[in-house]
């Protein structure tokens, strides 16, 4: 059997570990062949697939980015998209099947393929760890421990300066980074989709943590709305899946605390260095066990499934269980963190 891997939408630390998994697991175990499709869902369009043997994915695992590249392509659009187009492209190259490597735009497009008759099997990747057929998502944990380590460094120079600091991190539906790189840098205040706030009540907090001799630190995610707000602030228009593409929610808090509370302010945003860099060793172990259950999933037949971890193991859930509705942070896990604001 011959299988095809593929790492679509945006990249994270973890995917070379899930490869690497899929393919020594697969190989030793199953006796399986694979190959690599490039760049995502452009890969399957364009029939761009080479081997994908043991010798590729040695060391893999501490490796951050992915091998195989990655797109936000659709696999339904262009002369060459679309399901029946697919499946000859896959026979030509006796292709048996795909594992989906990738988050919520990647499962989509997965299901949507499995349900038109395409073998696939997904693994959820998403650093916001919006998904909510699983507990955690690789990529996660280290996107946070980046985030924390930034956080930290903006609060020493904030401290010299007696500067506020404003640090966007990404999370574009749900406040996850936010929420843990938050509360585990000391931030004064947290500000993520789930919870819209005004202006007033965000400086509120600032002069607060000001009055006590403390350097406020504001952390918030890329998809904060103020309330009022009818969408996520984004100027860079839209993804291949027509979302915006979000970003500089920073930039517009800063002045504006800086008017209400006359405390100089400073943004930060993040971006894509929380995705970059070597997996933290939780993202390592998770991603390589996703993998390894992966192949087992390619064995049993288990098509239009995802592998996902729940509690501490890894289980198989159709499509559908991670579509749809958000991995949201709950009130109660963001009134916890609200005690330690100001």
Not at 40 to 69: A, N, Q
Not at 278 to 297: E, I, N, Y
Request: aromatic share 6%.
């Amino acid at each position: 059997m011959k299988i095809g891997i593929l790492t679509s939408g945006g990249d994270c630390p973890g995917l070379n570990a899930v490869i690497r998994g899929i393919v020594l697991k697969g190989t030793t175990s199953y006796d399986l062949e694979f190959v690599g499709i490039r760049d995502g869902w452009r890969g399957v369009v364009d029939g761009d697939f080479f081997p994908l043997t043991r010798h590729e994915v040695k060391g893999l695992s501490k490796v951050g980015g992915t091998i195989l590249g990655t797109s936000r392509t659709n696999p339904y659009e262009g002369e060459r998209g679309g399901a029946e187009n697919i499946a000859k492209t896959l026979y030509g190259h006796r292709i048996d099947g795909i594992i989906a490597i990738g988050g919520e735009g990647t499962l989509a497009a997965a299901d949507r393929l499995a349900k038109d008759g395409i073998n696939v099997i997904g693994v959820p990747k998403t650093i916001d760890n919006d998904l909510r057929a699983t507990d955690y998502s690789f990529g996660f944990d280290t996107a946070v421990n980046i985030a924390t380590e930034a956080m930290d460094r903006l609060r020493t120079t904030g401290d010299s300066h007696q500067r506020c600091m404003v640090a966007e991190v990404m999370g574009r539906h749900v406040g996850w980074i936010a929420l843990h790189a938050g509360m585990a840098a000391g931030a004064h205040a947290i500000l993520i989709p789930e919870v819209p706030q005004t202006l007033d009540e965000i400086a509120a907090l600032v002069t607060s943590a000001h009055d006590r001799g403390r350097a406020p630190l504001v952390v918030v995610s890329e998809g904060f709305k103020l309330q009022g707000m009818d969408e996520a602030y984004s100027d860079k228009g839209l993804d291949a899946f027509n979302r915006p593409r979000l970003g500089g929610i920073g930039d517009r808090l800063a002045p504006e605390i800086e008017r209400i509370t006359g405390i100089e302010t400073r943004a930060t945003i993040l971006g894509h260095i929380q995705r970059g860099g070597s997996p933290s060793a939780f993202d390592r172990v998770l991603a390589t066990r996703l993998g390894l259950h992966a192949a087992d999933a390619i064995v049993d037949g288990a098509w239009g499934q995802m592998v996902a971890m729940q509690g501490t193991e890894i289980v198989r859930v159709p499509f559908e269980d991670a579509l749809g509705e958000l991995n949201t942070v709950p009130l109660h896990r963001y009134e916890e963190a609200a005690a330690l604001f100001g």
